[in-house]
């Protein structure tokens, strides 16, 4: 008859076999616990910032406490589950040891796990808090978040571009992140930085880089169909690289800028307009019948497709139109088609891609 019985010895019940299995996972803890210990995690992904600001010592300390706890757990789980299992002959209801409360035991696993939980909490409170503090003298850069690219402001930078970026090495950061449309997130793992691009507010990350090399950036949050293709790279450059490019970066934006108005739709080259259109356009578009939506619709045969020989902003199907929409952005039905700034477009990527979808017309 099965009874409950409270803070019996359960160790009476515990053969050899047990501390066999013990020792054994004991050993393997071990093992893994130096291996931890001896690590260099930089050697697996290097540090190139001041911000790892203790990150990778939080890491090892969670991997060292986890460990041991990963190997037991599951070790005890096969033990008993194989140890006791129901046996042929044994009455299909038998049930096993009828331990109930052991007193001891509760206290143990109540008091280590809590332990562990606050120095946990507070280590990472603190390490977190230091990534919030800015720093005298910082370059401050703006990085906004789009579906599904990243838009980046310098100060003195007539407006703002998108794609590769540069930063001095050695000199304090501070990024304010946002997003102009959904949440993504700002990530460069070997900044060990990694802040949420929110819509509507604007968030801090201060570091410094310190090691010259060129970095992903990375989107880490789920942001729609592009998400996937939503990274750049960070090029970490001496001071003198820096200030090379951010001339060059200077004049390539006000010269953009100013070849804004005059758009030459006839001197269009379709073969770079399709590069182009691979790149920018076909997260959205597939050139492919109108009917064939991606987000956008399809693109093939825009200019002489007879089923729709409107545009999607009700004006006729020609080329200028056709650039129209693709400088300005349209907003309709159908959804949200950005403006060639948004799409990181010159005033010949334009006419390039006119020439490409007048090339996919019959
Ligand atoms: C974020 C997604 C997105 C991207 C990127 C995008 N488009 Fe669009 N596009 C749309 C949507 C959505 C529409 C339809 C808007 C509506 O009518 O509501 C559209 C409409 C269009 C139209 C009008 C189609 C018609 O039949 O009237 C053209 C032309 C066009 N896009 C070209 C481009 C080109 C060229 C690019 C690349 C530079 C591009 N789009 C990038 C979403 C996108
Ligand atoms: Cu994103």
Not at 32 to 41: E, F, H, N, T
Not at 47 to 68: E, N, W
Not at 234 to 260: E, I, L
Not at 299 to 320: F, M, R, W
Request: proline letters at 5%; one cysteine or more.
């Amino acid at each position: 008859m099965a009874h409950q019985v409270n803070n019996i010895d359960f160790r009476r019940h515990l053969d050899r076999s047990f501390w066999s299995v013990t020792l054994v996972l004991a050993v393997i803890s071990v093992i893994l616990v130096v291996l931890i210990a001896i690590w260099p995690i930089n050697g697996t992904l290097a540090v190139a910032a001041t911000s790892d600001y203790g990150i990778d010592a939080l890491f090892k300390f969670m991997l060292f406490v986890a460990t041991p706890i990963f190997v037991f757990v599951n070790g005890y789980v096969v033990y008993f589950a194989r140890r006791y299992k129901h046996r042929s002959d044994e009455p299909a209801d038998a049930v096993g040891i009828p331990l109930y409360g052991v007193v001891p035991l509760e206290i143990w696993w109540t008091v280590i796990p809590v332990f562990l939980m606050v120095v946990l909490g507070v280590w990472s409170a603190v390490t977190l808090f230091s990534l919030y503090k800015p720093q005298a003298g910082a370059l401050n850069v703006e990085a906004i978040g789009h579906q599904w690219k990243f838009e980046l402001r310098y100060p003195g930078l007539k407006s703002s571009f998108y794609g590769d970026f540069y930063l001095p090495v050695n000199r304090p950061v501070t990024m304010n992140i946002t997003s102009a449309d959904v949440i993504h997130s700002f990530w460069v793992p070997q900044f060990r930085v990694k802040l949420d691009m929110v819509p509507g507010m604007v968030q801090q990350l201060h570091f410094t880089p310190t090691e010259v090399g060129s970095y992903p950036l990375i989107c880490t949050e789920f942001c729609g169909i592009g998400h996937g293709d939503m990274r750049t790279t960070v090029h970490v450059v001496s001071q003198a690289d820096y200030a090379k490019w951010f001339s060059g970066t200077q004049q390539k934006v006000a010269q953009a800028a100013a070849a804004a108005g005059s758009l030459n739709l006839t001197a269009g080259d379709a073969a770079k307009g399709q590069a182009v259109f691979e790149q920018k356009c076909s997260v959205c578009h597939s050139m492919a019948a109108f009917a064939q939506k991606k987000v956008g619709p399809g693109l093939q045969n825009i200019l002489s497709d007879p089923a729709h020989p409107k545009l999607v902003d009700g004006s006729a199907a020609t080329p200028e139109s056709v650039a129209h929409i693709i400088q300005n952005g349209y907003s309709g039905d159908i959804g949200v088609m950005p403006n060639a700034q948004a799409n990181g477009l010159s005033s010949s990527d334009v006419s390039n891609l006119v020439a490409y979808l007048k090339s996919q017309s019959k």
